[in-house]
């Protein structure tokens, strides 16, 4: 894990969720996620976006990078995650979602943050709009 990401896990964990700096007033969770190849237990700081209907969505923007994040293949070959949202954790499935219900959820992330527009025009690819289901326990 990179120094600053490290940072951003101890601030967003001191802090009830709230992240300063960049992060601060972007809604911001913790992805804990199995290495596709490692099967090691990782942790990745992302903006997220509130569903209706209790579940959230992320984005595999990775600044507009030509490739996926490793996050993001980690979640495809193993989609059982867990996730940190302000003081709760809560076990979920990662589902990429296409078509219509993927456009809505991402044209609302491009109007709620505007920079993931930036990513959008900058990335050679489709970015990846991901659900997480709640596993109910």
């Known amino acids: 894990m990179s120094d600053r990401n490290a940072k951003v896990i101890e601030e967003f964990r001191s802090n009830a969720g709230k992240v300063g700096g ?15 190849k490692s099967g090691i237990t990782r942790v ?10 209790g579940n ?10 030509p490739s996926h ?11 059982q995650v867990e996730v940190e949202v302000g003081t709760e954790k809560f ?16 044209s609302r992330q491009k109007e709620a943050l505007s920079f993931f527009a ?7 690819r489709e970015i990846p709009v991901v659900v997480l ?4 326990s």
């Open 44 to 53: 990745a700081p992302l903006a997220y976006q509130p569903l209706d209907d």
């Open 118 to 124: 930036d990513y959008e025009a900058k990335a050679d």
């Open 69 to 79: 994040p490793h996050w993001y293949l980690n979640i495809e070959a193993n989609p």
């Open 22 to 36: 960049f992060f601060e007033n972007i809604p911001l969770l913790l992805l804990h996620h199995t290495g596709a």
């Open 91 to 106: 076990a979920a499935h990662a589902r990429t979602v296409m078509g219509d219900e993927r456009d809505a959820i991402w």
């Open 56 to 65: 959230v969505a992320i984005f595999a923007s990775k600044g507009g990078a």
């Open 133 to 136: 289901e709640r596993i109910q």
